[in-house]
């Protein structure tokens, strides 16, 4: 049902699109959040554009699984691209999870300044691939012969 | 040449790997998934359940980007697409299955919204300045302290400072105190002394305490009294963190003792020291702290625990979290019925005395309860008899409950349930002090 499904090229244009801008909105929050870090009405925002740009990679993923063609030359960068982007996700979400459950735990000290940077790398590192991986959809969404679109 | 030979065999070596590896972490996840949903009482499970049901929106995560690696990794079979469809459906499932604390959030949310409507009136809000709001959590739930860490400034601490030496027993308190001039504050120095949990066996101040509360409450005003008290001594082992200077063949009437009689140190020395509020004093623990709180805040004025306290300190309000209620059945079995001495039929005062809900009267302060509605270790019931007692005396008592948090669900302060409760116990705090 995947494969064979009509998504438009138009849609996963533009979601591509989405998938570059989320990450960077996110990172500059992320910058905002890890200088600054006070609860606040605008970091509610950050939360939701953090959730939707990781929701968004996956979708990408999803969509590049099914129509892309993994026998042309580009298609099949883009298909081991897909693999890196996964395992750097779950590291990353890994990453994070260990960090925050220690930082729960300890307040200060040399586990505790690892647990912070796990957190930091593993949220950067998500966005960044995340970013990595629309931009390179988006830039080759119309090459012919890559996609299955047609 | 001899790279490009071998190029496909790693490739397929890799593509193994990652399968076995994402079977593997299924595996785990109908195991870890079933946990959140039933409860399981073997030891391994339930402390499992503990920290399972704090990061399951994590393991959402890991359930979906490990779905679409599955997918792709499939080979070139008969019937691909229906497998497709089968780990797609399966993976989907799987992760849904473990938003549900998430999704369950707004639940929690109207259940504390209701108690705080009943205890305060429909306007609760309007009795908390503007200038005090700003300084509380903006919103009841927010993604980024749940997958970043809880936010939180910075306080002044001091640690292992010793408030007890007798029988042997040398007991020693940490103390968070805000290091901003506390009139900007919305604690005015308020006290809060905290009991950590642990079975009455086993636990200790700081890491078994959730100390980035007890940073949060502190950087807000309020001075923290993170301290131990003496355990019994089965000779039972466990996870949790505790120290063997502590431990010995005490008593519930001990445990009281030297916690009264920190608060008759707190009078005398530790108050002026850092410059404590006696006038506004809370107390707050969790499982058996949650117990030990239920008994010292509801008998801090009953004449069995007379001469026991402090009579300078105002307890304006108590927090018991997943409290145990029920010294019987609690106490009647080895090894916790060694700390009440003889049984019900022979000793029924202190049976009666050391059941929270007994102690109920019409001058306890006001109380908010914390309780997870998967929590096997410490069912609802006790909770719920706590509040009706106190309700029946007409004082106010809010029970938030939280579904799927299990007993322990509050170590992590970021997580689901944690969030919504500093959202109310903050308000509450701030409200009777």
Redesign the interface.
């Known amino acids: 049902?995947?494969?064979k499904s009509n998504i438009p090229k138009k849609l996963a244009k533009s979601l591509s699109q989405l998938g570059i801008f989320l990450p960077i909105l996110s990172c500059a929050f992320g910058i905002l959040?890890f200088s600054f870090?006070?609860?606040?009405?605008i970091?509610?925002v950050?939360?939701?554009v953090?959730?939707a740009s990781?929701l968004l990679n996956?979708l990408i993923?999803?969509i590049d699984?099914s129509y892309l063609n993994k026998s042309s030359v580009i298609g099949k960068k883009i298909n081991r691209l897909?693999?890196y982007n996964?395992?750097s996700?779950?590291i990353g979400?890994?990453l994070?999870?260990w960090?925050?459950?220690l930082?729960?735990?300890i307040?200060d000290g040399f586990l505790f300044v690892l647990a912070?940077l796990m957190?930091i790398i593993g949220?950067f590192g998500i966005e960044i691939i995340s970013l990595q991986l629309a931009l390179t959809t988006y830039l080759n969404i119309d090459n012919r012969g890559v996609w299955k679109f047609e | 040449m001899y790279g490009n030979l071998n190029k496909p065999t790693l490739l397929k070596s890799l593509k193994l790997l990652?399968a076995i590896l994402s079977f593997l972490t299924f595996i785990i996840g109908i195991y870890f998934t079933t946990i959140l949903l039933i409860p399981l009482q073997d030891g391994i499970s339930s402390s499992f359940s503990f920290?399972i049901t704090q990061?399951s929106g994590?393991l959402m995560?890991?359930y979906?980007?490990?779905t679409?690696?599955l997918?792709?990794l499939i080979p070139t079979i008969k019937r691909r697409?229906l497998v497709?469809?089968c780990i797609?459906v399966f993976g989907l499932c799987l992760s849904f299955l473990n938003a549900l604390p998430l999704i369950a959030t707004p639940i929690s949310i109207q259940t504390a919204e209701n108690e705080f409507n009943v205890a305060y009136g429909e306007d609760w809000r309007a009795q908390i300045p503007s200038t005090v709001e700003s300084c509380?959590?903006?919103?009841q739930f927010?993604?980024?302290?749940?997958?970043?860490?809880?936010?939180?400034?910075d306080c002044n601490?001091d640690t292992d400072v010793q408030y007890y030496n007798n029988d042997g027993f040398q007991l020693y308190f940490d103390v968070y105190y805000p290091k901003l001039t506390t009139t900007q504050l919305p604690g005015n120095n308020s006290v809060i002394i905290k009991i950590h949990g642990g079975s009455w066996q086993f636990g200790d101040k700081s890491?078994g305490n959730v100390?980035?509360l007890n940073?949060y409450l502190a950087a807000q005003g309020y001075v923290v009294f993170d301290i131990q008290y003496g355990l019994l001594d089965a000779g039972g082992s466990s996870f949790i963190p505790t120290p063997e200077h502590v431990r010995g063949n005490l008593t519930l009437h001990d445990m009281v003792y030297q916690i009264g009689n920190f608060t008759k140190q707190l009078e005398t020395t530790f108050a002026s020291t850092y410059n404590a509020n006696l006038d506004s004093v809370f107390i707050m623990g969790g499982s058996a702290g949650a117990h030990l709180t239920g008994v010292i805040g509801l008998g801090y004025n009953d004449p069995y625990f007379a001469g026991n306290f402090s009579n300078a300190l105002n307890i304006k309000g108590i927090i018991p979290i997943y409290p145990p209620n029920f010294a019987d059945p609690y106490f009647t079995y080895e090894p916790l019925s060694r700390l009440i001495p003889g049984d019900p039929l022979s000793n029924p005062l202190a049976f009666e005395k050391f059941t929270p809900s007994n102690l109920a009267d019409a001058t306890d302060p006001p109380a908010m309860i914390y309780q997870g509605l998967r929590d096997d270790l410490v069912p609802l019931i006790n909770a719920e008899t706590i509040k009706s007692a106190l309700n029946a005396n007409g004082v106010d008592c809010m029970l938030l409950t939280f579904p799927f948090a299990a007993h322990a669900s509050d170590?992590?302060?970021?997580n689901t349930f944690s969030q919504v409760w500093v959202y109310y116990l903050e308000r509450f705090l701030y409200l009777e002090q």
């Open positions: 049902m995947l494969e959040y870090s006070v609860n606040s009405f970091f509610d950050f939360g939701v953090l959730i990781w996956i993923l999803l699984d897909t693999y996964i395992v996700f779950i979400v890994l994070i999870t960090g925050v459950i930082t729960a735990f307040l912070f957190i949220f | 990652l920290f990061i994590f995560f890991l979906l980007i490990t679409i690696l997918i792709k697409s497709k469809k797609l509380f959590l903006p919103t927010n993604f980024y302290n749940y997958l970043l860490g809880f936010s939180h400034r601490v890491l100390l980035v940073k170590l992590i302060v970021g």
